[in-house]
């Protein structure tokens, strides 16, 4: 089946330093969406990509969605401590409904 | 506004019991969602509903059943719980079943001895 790999799983920072998550698909994806989860807390939605090449941004946030649409990845700049969490990409194939998950990158920040 | 609520927050099944997760959205979502997550494992699906009426098979559908019993509401039941089964479960919803944010409930932690 479809997967979708997040790499590194863990990511420890000091406070200003850059981050980034990287997503892999085996097969062209339709969209990618990216998700921030606090600890114990649920996945929020930050951003959806949809065109080849795409580039979004979010203040410190960067997110890109490869031309071929098989990776993305985020990059924070300049890290703070309230960006602590699990970071995850999600990405659809053909079929409509399935929503593949990475399975995240947790950051720690340092202060 | 509510958004995506489940209950119960917190259950503690013995093996072989039964029980059902209840999933509710107010935001008039046509799309709804059973996921599990496991550490190190990501959210893997369990089931969605495209729209009112209709249900689908995910990554993992083996030991659940589910019921959109209407727009709002989505159940997921477990009919013989197994210590497999133990894990933190999340409902979300979205307005289209291709593309769009998913909103998702606080979860609701199972454990099963």
């Known amino acids: 089946g479809q997967q979708v790999m997040q790499i590194p799983q863990y990511q420890h920072v000091q406070e200003g330093e850059d981050f980034t998550t990287y997503c892999n698909s085996s097969t062209t994806l339709s969209n990618i969406q990216w998700y921030k989860q606090r600890p114990g807390g649920h996945p929020v939605f930050l951003i959806q990509?949809?065109?080849?090449?795409e580039v979004k941004k979010q203040k410190r946030l960067t997110f890109q969605f490869g031309e071929a649409k098989k990776n993305s990845s985020l990059h924070i700049t300049a890290t703070q401590t309230t960006d602590v969490g699990t970071y995850f990409c999600?990405?659809?194939?053909?079929?409509?409904?399935?929503?593949?998950f990475g399975r995240g990158t947790q950051l720690t920040v340092w202060p | 506004n509510a958004g995506v609520t489940q209950t119960p927050k917190f259950q503690v099944l013995k093996t072989g019991q039964s029980m059902t997760l209840q999933c509710a959205q107010d935001?008039?979502?046509?799309?709804m969602y059973w996921y599990r997550q496991d550490p190190g494992m990501g959210l893997r699906l369990i089931y969605y509903s495209a729209s009112e009426g209709t249900t689908d098979k995910g990554e993992v559908p083996n030991g659940y059943n589910v019921s959109r019993l209407n727009k709002r509401e989505f159940s997921l039941r477990l009919e013989s719980a197994a210590p497999s089964q133990t894990s933190v479960y999340f409902c979300?919803?979205?307005?289209?079943?291709?593309?769009?944010?998913?909103?998702f409930g606080e979860g609701s932690r199972l454990t099963v001895l």
């Open positions: 979300a919803s979205r307005d289209r079943v291709d593309t769009g944010e998913l909103f």
């Open positions: 990509l949809v065109k080849s090449g």
């Open positions: 935001m008039n979502h046509n799309s």
């Open positions: 999600a990405g659809r194939g053909s079929t409509l409904g399935r929503l593949y």
